[in-house]
């Protein structure tokens, strides 16, 4: 396949000693680089896992469903400010 690839002077550069050194093309001293790169199980992406504590809820408190109690909450501020207003 061939495509445009912007390398920076010094990759490049370093691709082209590797290249030399080795007596290929630039091609094929890139394409090494890149599937020893890829092919590295060190550089695998490792799953993130994010820290949990505990939030110290009140027992009788479903967190699940945070949202359904703030507009809950909500729906009975607005009905008493209403009230008030009568």
């Known amino acids: 396949m061939r ?3 912007t390398l920076d002077e ?3 550069a ?3 000693r ?3 050194q080795r007596g290929i093309s630039f091609k094929e001293a890139l394409n090494a680089l ?3 790169g890829l092919d590295d199980p060190s550089r ?3 799953r993130y896992r994010a820290p949990t504590r505990r939030l110290g ?3 009788g408190i479903d967190l699940d469903k945070a949202l359904a109690l703030a507009g809950s909450l909500e729906d009975q501020d607005v ?3 209403i009230e008030l207003r009568k």
């Open 14 to 16: 370093r691709v082209k």
């Open 18 to 20: 590797l290249a030399a």
């Open 34 to 36: 890149l599937r020893a």
């Open 10 to 12: 010094d990759v490049a």
């Open 79 to 81: 009905a008493r400010k």
């Open 3 to 5: 495509t445009t690839v």
């Open 57 to 59: 809820a009140r027992a």
């Open 44 to 46: 695998r992406a490792r």
